[in-house]
């Protein structure tokens, strides 16, 4: 089956180190998301990416960087930066960037500070 | 930018009862509307989308919704719930010439036995 895998389900990170999510797609997807969601507020655009090799900030890229090599995979980091970063992250991908694409979801990755 | 409000945070409901879950959107010349459905410690799933064509649009689990344009909602129903219906309920929207979807905050749905 096709879909999208987030590992690990959980993660944690020491003070001032830097955690990368993965995030790894099978559904031959051209664009692919970061949110960040916490309680009571919805999703929060971190990052996203309609094409191989070039991404976008969203509502809360800051203290985050993202890369996207290859059309599967789109790893997210959290840097020492973000001095908040106790939260479930989401990954999601769609057919393409249109805005009236459906976004598809992976199961999240807890990510918690030590 | 567009922008989407779910007014309830949380609604409970008795099983087998009807729920209405409520989400109003600001004003676009067109939108695009989405419903999803997330059970705990996982991802979203969509319900159900609204893209154009027939206002009342059926989505899986037995959900639906009606975009009604004068009043900027996509409200989603179910005329009968089951304890396994409990999960967050977040609408989505995205308007003409946006390059990205707007979440909502979320209505959890709780079940009352």
């Known amino acids: 089956d096709g879909g999208i895998t987030q590992s690990p389900k959980y993660l944690f990170r020491k003070e001032g180190q830097n955690v990368t999510l993965s995030c790894e797609q099978n559904l031959n997807h051209d664009a692919m998301y970061w949110y960040r969601q916490d309680p009571g507020q919805g999703l929060r655009l971190i990052y996203y990416?309609?094409?191989?090799?070039?991404?976008q900030k969203g509502d809360i890229a800051e203290g985050y960087s993202v890369s996207r090599e290859k059309k599967e995979s789109f790893p997210l980091t959290v840097t020492s930066a973000q001095k908040n970063p106790t939260a479930f992250y989401l990954c999601a991908s769609s057919i393409s960037g249109g805005n009236n694409q459906p976004q598809h979801f992976g199961d999240g990755t807890r990510l918690s500070i030590l | 930018a567009q922008s989407v409000t779910q007014l309830d945070s949380q609604v409970p409901v008795f099983e087998e009862a009807p729920v209405e879950l409520r989400c109003n959107y600001s004003?676009?010349?067109?939108?695009?509307l989405f419903w999803y459905v997330q059970y705990p410690n996982q991802g979203l799933q969509l319900l159900l989308k609204y893209l154009s064509g027939s206002t009342l649009v059926k989505g899986i689990n037995g959900f639906e919704a009606e975009f009604n344009k004068s009043q900027t909602s996509f409200h989603l129903r179910k005329p009968s719930v089951h304890i396994s219906d409990t999960a967050e309920y977040f609408c989505a929207v995205s308007g003409s010439g946006d390059d990205k979807i707007i979440f909502g905050k979320g209505t959890r749905l709780h079940i009352l036995p």
């Open positions: 004003s676009s010349v067109s939108v695009y």
């Open positions: 990416s309609q094409i191989v090799n070039d991404f």
